[in-house]
């Protein structure tokens, strides 16, 4: 879809997945990487749980479809060809703190002079300006000062992160959609620019619902675990429920529309002979969520949760399917590798690692088009795989003056 552009990819893992996901729309990224290797290939878990420098899964992950090359872009002549680089670039993608560009004479401004379309993408924890800039920050404080925390875990204990590192994630996402708008404004308007994109600001995003609950019930949204908090009786609803062999999330709704799909999981319960007679008599039509007491709530938890209990997911999923129940499995890692709805639409692929002898299954493309065909091209590079393809073919540089540069520890 964007075959033809090309990316320099300057990041560490604040800002890998930015050039991943313009790799996987067909941009051609160079990830540059210092002499030896970028620090991030140290990064857990590893293939096979050996922790060597090519076998980081997190590695493979968020730098597949890239070319990879090394460069000390700290010395002149790294900075020179740089330089060169950018005058056959379309993107420039950096993660260095707030000022360190410019002070090795690398930034916008100054890139702009020999490439005024370019488009250059900074990600920092907090932006390029603020009395935060020059802050650094981790996935848990960035987590926190966004406001995420606050909401996630259970009530009668302290905030909680997210197990999974999450939050460069978002700044790699939003940085990517900021530099797709970038290019339609130099498709537009023949200019580049500078995209500052804040992680804190594209997590605060999150949390957009929460204004809402104070506005209409004078409700703040506190941590709840597997629960909502609705309404002006600040009632915890169970949203995730244990079944057989896993869990099930289900909402007890109000109004008409919820009340006949309540009414149809009654009768579904009904005809097992586990529906009483508290369910089967409760005026669904007249059950407002926003004003029901602790008593009600708790019934309709305590027979509804016995019934889930007493079925697997798959049961469950199914008889709800068939019935007009809006009820789904809370899904394992495993099942997704098996879920036919993916397997359907060739979400997984199989990548082949040469330097491991075998093939790696990775989470496809994130969207389908009807004129191209999005795949995994390549692995992750290895340290400096592609110098060769580049340095000498592309910028045309000769071999003795690339093992003077090699000698020199600048590429």
């Known amino acids: 879809m964007l075959r033809g552009y090309?990316?320099?990819?300057?990041t560490d893992e604040k800002g890998?997945?930015?050039?991943?996901?313009?790799?996987?729309?067909?941009?051609?990224?160079i990830k540059v990487e210092r002499p030896g290797g970028d620090p991030s290939r140290n990064i857990g878990p590893f293939y096979h749980d050996e922790p060597k420098l090519e076998?980081?899964?997190?590695?493979?992950?968020?730098?597949?479809?890239?070319?990879?090359?090394?460069?000390?872009?700290?010395?002149e002549d790294g900075k020179a060809i740089l330089k060169k680089l950018v005058t056959r670039s379309d993107f420039l993608i950096e993660s260095f703190p707030p000022g360190y560009m410019d002070g090795l004479g690398l930034g916008y401004e100054e890139l702009r002079k020999i490439k005024p379309k370019l488009i250059f993408v900074s990600i920092t924890p907090f932006g390029q300006n603020g009395p935060y800039k020059d802050y650094k920050a981790s996935d848990i404080i960035l987590m926190a000062t966004c406001g995420f925390m606050f909401l996630t875990g259970d009530r009668d204990r302290?905030?909680?992160?997210?197990?999974?590192?999450?939050?460069?994630?978002h700044g790699g996402l939003q940085a990517a959609a900021?530099?797709?708008?970038?290019?339609?404004?130099?498709?537009?308007?023949?200019?580049?620019?500078?995209?500052d994109v804040s992680i804190q600001h594209a997590l605060t995003v999150l949390t957009l619902n929460t204004p809402s609950f104070w506005f209409l019930n004078q409700t703040i949204i506190h941590r709840a675990g597997p629960f909502r908090v609705g309404g002006?009786?600040?009632?915890?609803?169970?949203?995730?429920?244990?079944?057989?062999?896993?869990?099930?999330?289900?909402?007890?709704?109000?109004?008409?529309?919820?009340a006949q799909v309540n009414r149809r999981l009654v009768e579904w319960m009904d005809s097992e002979?586990?529906?009483?007679?508290?369910?089967?008599?409760?005026?669904?039509?007249?059950?407002?969520?926003?004003?029901i007491t602790p008593e009600i709530n708790s019934k309709i938890e305590e027979y509804i949760g016995q019934f889930f209990k007493s079925h697997t997911k798959k049961e469950l999923h199914e008889g709800a399917i068939?019935?007009?129940?809006?009820?789904?499995?809370v899904q394992t890692w495993q099942e997704l590798i098996d879920c036919p709805q993916l397997r359907a639409r060739d979400f997984w692929l199989n990548v082949e690692h040469p330097e491991l002898k075998t093939s790696i299954t990775y989470p496809g493309p994130f969207i389908k088009s009807s004129e191209f065909r999005f795949i995994i091209k390549n692995r992750a590079p290895l340290p400096g795989e592609h110098n060769k393809e580049i340095y000498e073919k592309e910028l045309g540089m000769a071999r003795d003056e690339l093992l003077i540069l090699k000698q020199a520890g600048i590429i």
């Open 158 to 169: 302290p905030p909680l992160r997210i197990s999974v590192p999450q939050a460069y994630l």
């Open 273 to 291: 002979g586990m529906a009483n007679d508290f369910l089967k008599r409760l005026e669904w039509e007249k059950l407002d969520i926003s004003t």
């Open 232 to 258: 002006r009786a600040h009632i915890e609803q169970r949203n995730i429920w244990p079944c057989k062999d896993g869990y099930v999330t289900w909402i007890v709704t109000g109004g008409e529309v919820g």
């Open 6 to 10: 090309r990316a320099i990819d300057l």
């Open 178 to 195: 900021g530099a797709m708008m970038a290019l339609y404004w130099q498709e537009k308007k023949g200019q580049g620019q500078h995209v």
């Open 16 to 29: 890998f997945l930015c050039g991943r996901i313009l790799g996987d729309l067909g941009v051609d990224v």
């Open 322 to 329: 068939k019935r007009g129940i809006w009820l789904f499995p």
């Open 55 to 75: 076998r980081s899964l997190y590695w493979y992950a968020f730098n597949a479809n890239k070319r990879g090359i090394t460069l000390d872009i700290t010395s």
